[in-house]
């Protein structure tokens, strides 16, 4: 079978794997259907992830549809379709004793720190299933993944209709973030300084869009707030002038979300943390989330299909992982086929 493989940052083939003939008692074969091309996927291909280990098959945002299952199961049938969370944690430690499994200290995420999705065929656990609807679109079904992310980051930003936000980043992550923070009735800024990605932005649903590069930025943040500061800040840009930024326009009592893994310091004094009594949380990965968002898509309240932009075959891996870094004009969300 063929498998999407990064060997070494810089080189990235469709090479040949061993086919996945026997299966454990309690183990699925799933026929992958389709990935997204994220940004950690990106950083792998360039040697930028911290957490990466080569040779890798990328690709932890996939779906497909059942071909065996292990002789103890009963849940799942062959021909189920299902999306795949490609987060695992140990169960014992403090985190996963306290519900939050996606900061496990032995976290392991699928297409990082294992073998992931692109390819044409995996094993898996049940525990990583979540099935789907039949009639839901494949490419629908593996951006699933990245709506978990934006669930999580408004989750841990307490986002209600009541508040005021900006979301700093209008990639496919920001963009998924504004998608539900409109979802659950927010009023939402979104900024960014790629103006297509505004343009998107703003016909997916922003109440207003700003380029923070671009003359009276100030002045717009503070009328579309009254002045009185976002009572929640996302930061899905994710280096250390958008957090100083976040940290700057969050009002008082506010919450600011952050998404990066940005190794670099942030010049931040504690006066305006304290004088304002701001919450400061990072977000990472998920908690639970897939039941919720699956959810939000049968009831028809999200469509990720919306950050789709470009399709590829997977046979034409190199040129899609190229025109991802090369992130032209009106590239959002990039989807492998098998």
């Known amino acids: 079978m063929k498998a999407v493989v990064v060997s070494k940052p810089g080189i990235i083939k469709l090479e040949n794997k061993e086919y996945p003939e026997t299966i454990e008692s309690t183990e699925v074969r799933v026929k992958v259907k389709t990935a997204g091309i994220c940004g950690s996927d990106m950083h792998i291909y360039r040697g930028t992830n911290p957490f990466a280990t080569y040779p890798r098959v990328i690709g932890h ?13 009963t849940d799942f049938q062959i021909g189920d379709h299902v999306v795949i969370d490609p987060v695992s944690s140990c169960g014992l430690c403090y985190a996963c004793r306290s519900g939050r499994q996606n900061v496990c200290e032995i976290l392991a995420v699928m297409g990082v720190h294992v073998d992931g999705g692109m390819q044409e065929y995996i094993t898996l ?13 494949w490419e629908v079904a593996a951006l699933i993944e990245p709506f978990t ?6 989750s841990r930003g307490r986002v209600t209709s009541e508040d005021t936000v900006c979301v700093i980043g209008a990639g496919p992550i920001g963009t998924a973030v504004m998608i539900v923070c409109k979802m659950k009735g927010a009023k939402v800024l979104i ?33 579309f707030t009254n002045h009185e500061g976002f009572n929640v800040v996302i930061d899905a840009a994710c280096v250390p002038e958008t957090f100083e930024k976040a940290i700057a326009i969050t009002s008082p009592a506010g919450r600011v979300v952050t ?27 998920h908690t639970n ?4 968002v699956i959810g939000w898509i049968s009831e028809k309240l999200i469509n990720p299909g919306c950050l789709v932009t470009h399709h590829f075959e997977a046979t034409k891996i190199e040129k899609a992982i190229r025109l991802v870094g090369e992130a032209p004009e009106g590239l959002c969300k990039t989807v492998i086929n098998f």
């Not at 497909?64 to 199961?73: M, N, R, Y």
């Open 61 to 73: 945002e996939f779906a497909g549809e059942i071909e065996d299952v292990g002789s103890d199961l």
């Open 259 to 285: 998404l990066g893994l940005n190794p670099k310091s942030s010049n931040i004094a504690q006066l305006e943390i304290t004088k304002k009594e701001l919450d400061i949380m990072g977000s990472r990965l």
């Open 125 to 137: 656990p049940t525990s990583a299933l979540h099935k789907i609807p039949s009639h839901l679109n």
């Open 289 to 292: 989330k897939f039941p919720e």
């Open 191 to 223: 900024a960014d300084n790629n103006t297509s990605r505004l343009d998107r932005a703003k016909k997916l649903g922003a109440d207003a869009v700003v380029n923070p590069g671009k003359p009276r930025e100030h002045e717009i943040l503070n009328h």
């Open 149 to 154: 992310i934006a669930a999580q980051a408004t």
